[in-house]
């Protein structure tokens, strides 16, 4: 033991609940996740008010392959039928290739 010197406990990082997952570096989602973010700006921060562009935001996430495919009950959409109350912009479109 040395006095004065660093603390010797080692501090073990815990991994994601869900595994790592890709960053949207090409924005693909950007515009839903703008789209939530906006609206819990104007609804003072009720994530609840702003459920449906959230789910439409992971949505966006899982179908290009920036997370994996789950269940919505799983990601925490209960109550909801799978498209009730969805009011879904189509997916921009993949940007141009070249």
């Not at 073990?12 to 997952?21: E, Y």
């Not at 700006?41 to 392959?65: A, F, H, I, V």
């Amino acid at each position: 033991m040395s006095f004065g010197g660093p603390p010797q406990s080692t501090l073990r990082p815990t991994p994601p609940d869900r595994g790592s997952f890709p960053l949207d570096h090409g924005g693909e989602c950007t515009v839903f996740m703008s789209r939530y973010l906006d609206c819990l700006q104007e609804k003072r921060g009720s994530s609840q008010l702003c459920k449906p562009l959230s789910k439409d935001y992971l949505e966006c996430r899982m179908q290009r392959k920036l997370m994996d495919r789950d269940r919505w009950e799983n990601l925490g959409f209960h109550d909801e039928h799978p498209d009730k109350g969805m009011h879904r912009a189509p997916p921009p479109p993949p940007p141009p290739k070249g």
